[in-house]
């Protein structure tokens, strides 16, 4: 059996942050939902800008239930770069009231409560985004063991660091945060 244990001690929320993965989702079709994921997707420069195009499309276009989900999601992601995480819960819950399934919308709401420190209830969330089979499962057990890590839960945080590398092979982030573990057997 081996031990895992930290060797850097615990980890200041910020640089843990710093890579945290966000998910967003492709909306089908032109108009205001498609830009709002494209600005959301490429890190747009103006937040301001690309929130007023998501929020136009939430008002005014005729969306589908997955497009108006999705639409949700991108926004709750950009609110979330923001800051604006009361916000962002809001978008990801509606989200969710439209498509229960929708995997991004369940990993970015567990990413809002690891920025707000509230580690322990972003495990649950994170775990939906896996059991519904999200396509940045490497983002979910990367962002889940940062949750593990400051809930107590190393060997579940090595784990969740290894299967994030495992699953996107040469992550920087991934490979760093793995660096700060010591594997030694048990006595």
């Known amino acids: 059996m081996l031990n895992i244990r930290k ?40 937040f301001l800008d690309a929130e007023k195009t998501c929020t136009r499309a939430l008002r005014e276009e005729s969306m589908t239930a997955k497009n108006r989900a999705a639409t949700y999601v991108n926004r709750g992601v950009l609110r979330m770069r ?22 991004e919308a369940y ?4 990413s809002v409560f690891i920025y707000q420190r509230d580690f322990a209830s972003a495990i649950e969330p994170i775990n939906t985004s896996l059991d519904l ?10 962002n889940r063991g940062i949750a593990r890590e400051y809930t107590g839960d190393i060997n579940g945080a090595y784990n969740d660091f290894s299967r994030a590398l495992e699953l996107k092979p040469d992550w920087d982030l991934a ?3 793995l660096q700060r573990f010591e594997i ?4």
């Open 107 to 110: 990993l970015n709401k567990g």
């Open 82 to 103: 923001a800051g604006k995480y009361e916000e962002s819960l809001a978008d990801y819950a509606d989200a969710i009231a439209l498509n229960p399934d929708l995997p």
């Open 133 to 142: 089979g999200i396509s940045d499962a490497h983002a979910a057990y990367y």
């Open 175 to 177: 490979i760093m945060q």
């Open 7 to 46: 060797i850097l001690g615990v980890l200041l929320i910020c640089p843990a942050l710093v890579g945290m993965s966000h998910a967003q989702v492709f909306v089908i079709g032109t108009g205001f939902g498609n830009d709002c994921y494209n600005k959301t997707a490429n890190a747009y420069a103006s």
């Open 184 to 187: 030694q057997p048990v006595d």
